[in-house]
């Protein structure tokens, strides 16, 4: 079993829609990542947390450290968030460890 | 954007050739990672630096070695390339040890055949 894992692995959704990424983890952890990766590859940081919650324009970033589970919202879906989101935990030391991400598609 | 510059950005070679993926910093972060992706897994950490001249393995460091001459640089050199050695590379840097954003590189493409 992974350390980190998220799901669903694949969405598929309408744009205006509210979209739910979750994310599950098994270890102790210092901080929680989430990342996005759009096609050509090139992966972006959107939020680190260690507890709460965080909101970056339609993004919302929120983590349970009691239940280890983490939840990546998009509000007002738009066809260019169409990405893989990437949850990552901070374990020991600066180490992080990924999930194998979940590919969003947002139809117009 | 952090300033992160890996190349080159896609290479064919030869299995058993040497290869160098070169990851540049403008940052002045202390820390650089190399991980590489591929499909069905997460991004799996390779080697990693604290410093100049300062390197550690990560989980999938067989067939590869690294050096960090210059703050600025990282390199990640695969001896004798094999077929299993076919993924994207991404290097990644952050400015300290504990609970700091990363920022990646736009990744390499290395495929061996």
């Known amino acids: 079993k992974n350390e980190v894992e998220q799901s669903p692995q694949n969405l598929t959704a309408q744009e205006g829609e509210f979209i739910t990424i979750n994310c599950s983890y098994s270890?102790?952890?210092?901080?929680l990542h989430w990342l996005q990766q759009h096609p050509g590859g090139g992966i972006v940081s959107l939020f680190m947390?260690?507890?709460g919650k965080k909101k970056h324009g339609r993004l919302i970033a929120t983590i349970n450290i009691q239940e280890k589970h983490s939840s990546l919202h998009i509000t007002a879906s738009h066809p260019r968030d169409s990405a893989v989101y990437i949850c990552?935990?901070?374990?020991?030391?600066?180490?992080?460890?990924f999930g194998e991400g979940t590919q969003l598609t947002v139809n117009p | 954007d952090a300033g992160i510059t890996q190349s080159p950005r896609h290479k064919v070679t030869e299995t058993g050739t040497p290869v160098t993926l070169r990851c540049h910093q403008t940052?002045?972060?202390?820390?650089m990672y190399w991980y590489r992706q591929d499909p069905g897994h997460g991004l799996r950490l390779i080697h990693y630096?604290?410093?100049?001249?300062?390197?550690d393995k990560g989980e999938v460091s067989d067939g590869y070695s690294v050096s960090r001459s210059k703050t600025e640089d990282f390199l990640l050199t695969l001896e004798s390339a094999t077929s299993s050695q076919t993924s994207v590379y991404f290097c990644?840097?952050?400015?300290?040890?504990?609970?700091?954003?990363?920022?990646f590189g736009q990744g390499t493409r290395l495929t061996v055949v």
């Open positions: 990552a935990v901070q374990t020991s030391g600066s180490r992080l460890t």
């Open positions: 630096s604290y410093g100049v001249k300062d390197t």
């Open positions: 947390l260690s507890s």
């Open positions: 990644a840097i952050s400015e300290g040890h504990l609970n700091t954003e990363a920022f």
């Open positions: 270890v102790g952890i210092s901080a």
């Open positions: 940052e002045n972060h202390r820390y």
